[in-house]
């Protein structure tokens, strides 16, 4: 060992403690919170901009669920597909959110819990709201910043004309 390195004794409790904290709280800023500004935690955002990159507008057809997680896992959002599909599903329940943002067709579950179809069964597009979320993104009405492995640029939020945190609340 050279003279100018030397190993530092320290405590691993305090040690594993202090990480744990550091870490969990960038997880909770980072993902589970949504952004105040519009209303939508990564995964939701991610899953709309994804279906606005295939063009699934409210009028037009309706896509494939597993074509919609795949694209926004392979683009924006690489922590499994279980997670994309269950924000969608989400986003397409009327009893979860009193303005679905997205269209589903098929089974996307029920009140009572019964779980939604495999993403092979069923099919969403946008919502007519969600239109108003995504007006004007191309005209550098937000940021934008590189995706995970830095190959395409993802929104850093939503331009949203509409208060979505206001009209469906959040949970997180």
């Known amino acids: ?7 530092i004794p320290i405590n691993l409790e305090d040690e594993m403690k202090s990480s744990y904290i ?5 997880v909770i800023v ?25 063009g699934l507008s409210y009028n037009k057809s309706h896509k494939k669920s597993a074509r919609i997680v795949g694209e926004v896992l392979g683009k924006y959002h690489p922590h499994g597909d279980t997670s994309v ?6 986003m ?21 819990g019964d779980s939604p179809a495999a993403m092979r069964y069923t099919e969403a597009r946008q919502s007519r709201i ?3 979320i995504l ?15 830095d ?3 993802e929104p850093t939020v939503l331009p949203s004309r509409i208060p979505t945190l206001l009209i469906n609340g959040a949970s997180g």
């Open 1 to 7: 060992m050279s003279n100018d390195q030397r190993i």
């Open 22 to 26: 550091d870490y969990s709280m960038s």
């Open 30 to 54: 980072a993902r589970a919170l949504p952004d105040v500004r519009d209303g939508l935690k990564p995964v939701h955002r991610r899953v709309l901009y994804g279906m606005h990159d295939l």
């Open 85 to 90: 599909y269950d924000a969608m599903v989400r």
């Open 92 to 112: 397409a329940q009327d009893w979860s959110l009193r303005y679905p943002l997205v269209d589903g067709q098929g089974n996307f579950g029920s009140m009572d």
């Open 130 to 132: 969600t239109d108003e």
């Open 135 to 149: 007006h004007d993104i191309q005209k550098d009405t937000v940021d934008f910043r590189l995706n995970f492995d």
């Open 151 to 153: 190959t395409l640029e």
